[in-house]
């Protein structure tokens, strides 16, 4: 009789343990399902998050595709010319909370880009994302993204190319550190043609030089970035550094 009264109490605890997770699962509004449409955003009443998390999967939104030329009736063609793909849904799973809203482990958003959708595999890294929530769905703020490497420490870093990144507060360049290639499990090097002709005429200063490659010098480690936003309320008009030399 002892032993079943020890059973009981053993799985009445395991499931009071467990309840809290089941609970934070079922309560995120952003993990829930697929996006069908790209729902109306309110940048004055903005609930922003920034995370650094990995893509899971991603498509294109029904619906958005560019219309098609027509011809006229009069003979002449009413030509249609789209300079964007349709938007996009994803899916991630949040490796850091760096900053606002917490939006629990996983969620659904949507985006869009010129480039079109975001690369998902092995080899894509992580990315530091700005999100905006109505309450009900999430958005990837436009090109409010940046790839993030994990050094050999375990840490996450933001490596620095073009100059301090464009989309975030200025201050956050302070938080840039001289880095060596070999910190990282995953090479940094570039080819010398590429430094060349990309990054050499404004951005000398951030690189490393050999003759045949150019490897990145200085970098933002994520734990930094998210100390300096501890004591700070996140306000879409904060995310731009927009001083000429600081572009990306």
């Known amino acids: 009789m002892l032993s079943v009264c020890r059973w009981f109490l053993i799985a009445a605890v395991l499931a009071m343990a467990s309840a809290p997770l089941q609970a934070t699962q079922r309560a995120s509004p952003f993990a829930q399902e697929v996006p069908t449409t ?9 609930s ?17 595709e560019c219309p098609t030329s027509k011809d006229n009736a009069d003979g002449t063609t009413h030509l249609v010319i789209c300079l964007n793909p349709p938007p996009t849904w994803f899916k991630a799973r949040v490796l850091q909370r760096v900053a606002g809203a917490d939006i629990g482990d996983e969620f659904y958003a949507v985006t869009g880009s010129h480039y079109g959708a975001m690369k998902i595999g092995a080899a894509e890294p992580a990315r530091l994302m700005l999100l905006n929530s109505n309450g009900s769905a999430l ?55 590429e430094y060349d ?50 572009r990306h």
């Open 38 to 46: 790209y729902p109306k955003f309110d940048a004055g009443a903005a």
């Open 48 to 64: 922003l998050t920034l995370v650094v998390a990995e893509l899971v999967s991603t498509a294109s939104l029904n619906g958005f």
């Open 139 to 193: 958005e990837m703020m436009r090109y409010k993204s940046y790839p993030v490497s994990r050094g050999r420490d375990g840490q996450l870093y933001l490596v620095v190319q073009g100059g301090p990144i464009h989309w975030l507060p200025c201050w956050t360049a302070s938080l840039m550190e001289e880095i060596d290639a070999s910190q990282f499990d995953a090479t940094l090097a570039i080819t010398r043609e």
């Open 197 to 246: 002709s990309r990054w050499a005429a404004r951005y000398a200063d951030y690189f490393h030089v050999s003759a045949n490659s150019a490897s990145p010098r200085y970098a933002i480690q994520v734990a930094r970035l998210r100390e300096g936003f501890k004591a700070l309320a996140l306000a879409p008009g904060d995310f731009s550094c927009t001083e000429p030399d600081q």
